[in-house]
């Protein structure tokens, strides 16, 4: 009987990988049809992108600095009358701005996509992509993500259903509480976050004032809470004892606690901590997980910090591989982002993408939470759509 399972579940895969390696190569060999809206179109992969402003619910403070918007750059990749869209979140600690990014954007306008009239060859255009700056993630995610919706489109599947993912499987989502001097706005933080089921508090301001936020949030709620001290804890030993006092507070994991440079006390931490330990700003993109192994619990994966789709997929199947949690994370970003992000969820532990939902101004459909738990849709690519034409946005 497992032998005639494993038989069945063999052909079905193969005749799922036949079925979308013939929508495939039918897609690409199409000689001139109508396009989806009617238009008529050419073979050229046209890069589009527009600034956007994130206008933020609250003012959002961490250990480092406050801030009340996120600069964006919202993109748009056609071809053959079909659109993927992306997008770059530029909170300032990434050190991108508008300008470097639409820089970037009209560089792979330029001297990327005119070599290629097939964007299905993905890692050949993602890694040119990346080879043309050591830096500027965001402005790459942006590209990639935008790629992803379109050949998601043109295939008619959503991400999820590509990788081969359970949808089923997706966690709840974390929602961000921010530092606020004032008790009243902490509150007025707490009621907004009271449908949630786990929430993600930000510290690293302080023994006094750490502990000031979580008593304030238990006084009002007792749903499970996510801590990210975003590098503030300056001792090791500080550290664990925070841990152990947040460990009776139905914590579940500690993010970042001190340092990102400092491994060797991220090791000791971990090595004794009664809470997982994630990495966060320690780990940027693939190369760093090997040597994060040991010395975190898992990773927190940002598609911003990562350079997109391609790699973090890449980066949830290494640390699995390692035996390291997954966790998914996000900046102040609109549905298009969080969505694409939500894609791999159903491979995640734990979930923090709640970017949409901390700004004023969302103009994307995407996402959508069920009593905090991040619901897949069956919408093609990253499942998302404009709330009003490109050029108007």
Excluded at 188 to 217: F, H, P, Q, Y
Excluded at 326 to 342: N, Q
Excluded at 349 to 372: H, P, Q, S, V, Y
Aim: net charge negative.
């Amino acid at each position: 009987m497992w032998y005639v399972n494993v038989v069945r579940k063999s052909s079905m895969r193969r005749r799922t990988f036949l079925k979308t390696s013939a929508a495939i190569a039918a897609a690409a060999a199409l000689p001139g049809c109508k396009a989806p809206d009617g238009g008529v179109y050419t073979d050229d992969l046209v890069l589009d992108w527009r600034p956007y402003t994130g206008q933020l619910k609250y003012t959002f403070t961490i250990a480092t600095y406050s801030r009340t918007f996120t600069p964006l750059v919202l993109v748009r990749l056609r071809w053959r009358g079909f659109n993927g869209y992306g997008e770059a979140s530029m909170p300032q600690y990434l050190g991108e701005s508008t300008e470097s990014v639409t820089a970037f954007l009209a560089r792979v306008a330029q001297e990327v996509l005119p070599r290629f009239k097939n964007p299905f060859l993905m890692e050949d255009i993602l890694t040119e992509v990346d080879a043309l700056s050591p830096r500027d993630t965001a402005a790459k995610a942006a590209v990639d993500i935008a790629l992803h919706d379109l050949v998601g489109r043109i295939l008619d599947r959503p991400w999820w259903q590509l990788w081969g993912y359970d949808a089923a499987k997706t966690p709840c989502t974390s929602y961000t509480i921010g530092y606020d001097a004032s008790d009243d706005v902490v509150n007025e933080k707490i009621e907004e976050a009271s449908w949630t089921k786990v929430v993600k508090v930000k510290l690293g301001m302080g023994e006094k004032e750490d502990k000031r936020m979580i008593n304030l949030i238990r006084a009002k709620l007792d749903t499970v809470i996510c801590i990210d001290a975003n590098q503030g804890w300056k001792s090791r030993e500080m550290a664990l004892d925070m841990i152990y006092w947040l460990a009776e507070r139905n914590v579940c994991l500690i993010e970042q606690p001190m340092a990102k440079e400092n491994l060797d006390d991220a090791a000791w931490l971990t090595e004794r901590s009664p809470l997982p330990v994630i990495a966060d700003e320690a780990c940027q993109r693939l190369a760093d997980i090997p040597r994060l192994a040991g010395a975190y619990n898992g990773i927190n994966i940002k598609l911003m910090k990562c350079t997109g789709m391609r790699e973090a997929h890449k980066m949830a199947e290494m640390a699995r591989g390692l035996g390291m949690d997954v966790m998914l994370g996000c900046m102040t970003e609109t549905s298009v982002a969080i969505s694409a992000a939500a894609q791999l969820s159903p491979v995640a532990r734990w979930a923090d993408l709640d970017g949409n939902i901390l700004i004023a101004n969302d103009c994307f459909n995407g996402m959508r939470l069920t009593d905090g738990k991040i619901t897949l849709n069956d919408k093609p690519g990253i499942g998302v759509d404009p709330l009003k034409p490109f050029e108007e946005l």
